[in-house]
């Protein structure tokens, strides 16, 4: 039986932080499954996003087990760094068996501890609807990025129509928390489409990257409306 927080999607930062330690061992496995793969042409779409090339510094936050990351040490090859930060020790441990490409950190995303300005652009790939404080993130997101430079946010998002929010409600509700008790955690896979619904539409996650220090917000909608990229450029 999942917790009633995981229910609600509203877990504390060491909670989140014990969770994704748990479920690192079959993250990518599960995100394929859920996706039936999709999710690595997603990641694509926001490394396009970011319009980094060779010799660009980039930091993706969040990273989890590092596949945006692995995508955008490949767009600034040569010369270029991606930093992979997050605050789960076991997800970066299965970064790091991914890639050397990458420099692997741990760091909390509401206190980046990144300079001002040092990097080219900033991604975060399903991960800011875990922030426990969504406007600090996309601010520090934001801080470390020089003017000029872009923030992507790649982000689940409830469709508003049916038939695909019909069969979003029966795959989240129902499907993804039973994937979640064969693969061990119904918490974790509770937590999900509760944190996906809680987390701000389109509309409203524009206005707050607006608010964060960013201009010119756009967004693109795919899968029918289940995925949402955003874009940004910092003042």
Known sequence: MA???????T???????????????????MNSVMT?????????????LAAVGPGARVLDVAAGTGDLAIELARRVEPG???????????MLDRARQKSTAVAWEWANALSLPYADDRFDAATVG?????FSDLDRGLAEMARVV??????????MTTPQRPPLSTFFSIWFDR????LGRLAGDPDAY??????VRRFPGPEPLAGRMVASGLRDVRWILTAGGIIALHVGTVR
């Open 36 to 48: 039936a793969g999709m999710h690595h042409r997603w990641r694509e779409r926001a490394v396009d």
């Open 190 to 195: 509770a937590y999900l489409p509760s944190s």
């Open 126 to 130: 399903f991960g800011a609807r875990n």
């Open 146 to 155: 020089r003017p000029g430079g872009r923030v992507v946010v790649l982000e």
């Open 80 to 90: 270029g760094t991606v930093v992979g930060s997050d605050f789960s020790e076991a």
């Open 11 to 29: 877990l504390e930062e060491g909670q989140v932080r014990a969770m994704f330690d748990r479920i690192a061992r079959v993250y990518d496995l």
């Open 3 to 9: 917790s009633p927080q995981a229910r609600t999607g």
């Open 175 to 178: 499907a993804i928390p039973l």
